[in-house]
């Protein structure tokens, strides 16, 4: 999977090593949903506002129209609420969720 921008980046580690890429979290939450790969697996998300990985399950997420992914999921991860908010500002009115939230949320896109 070609990544087009990092910030958007997302991934999961089976519990066998095998890993899947994704250049939208939207994606990730798509394909996490059609194959589901188990409690022991990894699930990864870059940190919009860093260039750090974060543990997708414990993430925060922004689903917002002015975050502009890849493929047009438009939802961004930080380390905390915080990080979200200090890094979006008011430019981007948006949903404040967690991993739970998001899976619920995005049911029926991809």
């Not at 394909?31 to 974060?54: I, Q």
């Not at 990080?83 to 029926?108: E, H, K, N």
Request: charged fraction near 25%; aromatic fraction near 10%; hydrophobic fraction near 40%.
């Amino acid at each position: 999977m070609l990544i087009s921008d990092e910030r958007f980046a997302a991934a999961w580690r089976g519990p066998g090593g095998d890993e899947q890429h994704f250049d939208d979290v939207g994606c990730l939450v798509s394909h996490y949903r059609a194959h589901d790969p188990g409690a022991n697996a990894r699930l990864f998300v870059r940190d919009f506002g860093g260039e750090r990985w974060l543990d997708g399950r414990t993430a925060v997420f922004v689903s917002a129209p002015g975050v502009k992914s890849p493929m047009s999921y438009n939802v961004a991860a930080f380390a905390s609420a915080e990080a979200a908010r200090t890094t979006l500002g008011t430019r981007t009115a948006g949903t404040i969720q967690d991993w739970v939230v998001l899976l619920r949320d995005l049911q029926g896109r991809g």
